[in-house]
């Protein structure tokens, strides 16, 4: 029996990346799987990629769209009567070039990566708990990034996007504990997916591939799979006590000041 034998989980972003090794890794731990993303090209393949037999609702998704989430998690209950498990992983990055300082920033950049990664999360949240508060059982597990934590590891509107992630996972958690829900978030530190492509295709193709992640203290960068291993475990029972917290998953990363040129 798989730790989400029977369960019923929601992951959006699920179309590539984390969200992806994250759907992947809860359905063969037995889980029933929601998948949500913008791209149904990359649910395919997602859902392709699931263990033979897996029970999965496939729906290509804006998750700042208010009406497109309560519709989603509707079906949800209509198809499956509860929800176990909602795993937030959709996200985006800055979308102008480079991280232009303060200073130089658009509006409209800061709207977009706000309302995928803050609000998007923020409304998952806002109709999947009430279904979890009825039963007084549930886990959610937010995406947010060291970048949310200091700063160097992303530009403004995005470090501040998952700033607010860490922030809202505490106040959620504060508010929904009572019912028995915990919230979590983890922040993956530099990991290869469809959103940092370009960081990684830069570094290869200016061979500069030996220095991603040389500034963690495990001298590597990480893999989507070791991100989704620690989202499965806040959404275990063997995390059945911990809730409002954020856990960096970045190879010792934020553990020292790593300041430019400290590291070799």
Excluded at 76 to 91: E, P, R
Excluded at 164 to 171: A, P, R, S
Aim: with cysteine; proline share 3%; hydrophobic share 40%.
């Amino acid at each position: 029996m798989g730790r989400f034998e029977h369960r019923v989980a929601i992951v959006t972003g699920a179309g590539s990346g984390i969200g992806r090794a994250t759907a992947l890794r809860l359905a063969r731990e037995g889980a029933r799987v929601v998948i949500a993303d913008t791209s149904e090209a990359g649910l395919i393949e997602t859902e392709n990629r699931l263990p033979e037999g897996a029970e999965c609702l496939r729906r290509v998704i804006d998750v700042a769209d208010e009406d497109l989430v309560r519709e989603l998690v509707d079906e949800t209950m209509a198809g499956f009567g509860k929800i176990d498990v909602l795993c937030n992983v959709a996200g985006i990055a800055s979308t102008g070039n480079g991280h232009p300082p303060v200073t130089a920033n658009d509006r409209n950049e800061w709207d977009k990566v706000l309302s995928v990664n803050l609000i998007g999360t923020m409304l998952f949240i806002k109709h999947v708990a009430p279904h979890m508060q009825a039963r007084k059982l549930g886990a959610i597990v937010n995406t947010a990034s060291v970048a949310g934590i200091r700063s160097g590891a992303g530009g403004n509107a995005y470090s501040a996007s998952k700033a607010g992630v860490i922030n809202l996972t505490m106040t959620a958690a504060c508010d929904l504990g009572n019912d028995n829900v915990r919230v979590n978030a983890v922040c993956p530190g530099l990991v290869e997916t469809g959103m940092t492509r370009a960081v990684f295709d830069y570094a290869r193709t200016h061979e500069k591939a030996h220095k991603l992640g040389s500034r963690c203290e495990l001298r590597r960068y990480g893999d989507a799979e070791e991100i989704a291993a620690a989202i499965l475990f806040f959404a275990s029972d063997d995390a059945s006590y911990i809730t409002g917290q954020a856990l960096p998953v970045d190879g010792g990363n934020t553990a020292s000041l790593n300041l430019p040129g400290m590291k070799v």
